[in-house]
């Protein structure tokens, strides 16, 4: 590894960041349904959660909110 490179970086490998990158709204909206859809499974649900209506509630409100951002993502202008 040369002086100024960073682990996992690589110039020839696939683009994720920047405007030019053809499916960098997909990308964004396919994470925020990872996202999304693992705090539902793993956080939301767990019975731990479930079991305080204080943070049920607190939970419920981040599901939302990330539901949100996923519509918000495919709404905005490429």
């Known amino acids: 590894m040369g002086e ?5 970086e690589d110039e ?3 683009r994720t960041k920047g405007e030019s990158f053809p499916g960098y709204q ?5 994470r925020a349904f990872v996202v999304a859809q693992h705090f539902n499974d793993f ?7 479930q079991e ?5 509630a607190l939970a419920d409100q981040i599901g939302d909110m990330l539901a949100d ?3 918000a ?4 202008k490429e």
């Open 69 to 71: 951002l996923y519509q």
């Open 4 to 8: 100024g490179e960073h682990i996992g």
């Open 26 to 30: 997909h990308e964004a909206g396919d």
């Open 52 to 56: 305080r209506p204080d943070l049920a």
């Open 73 to 76: 993502i495919w709404r905005a």
């Open 43 to 49: 956080v939301q649900e767990h019975p731990f959660i």
């Open 12 to 14: 020839d490998g696939p």
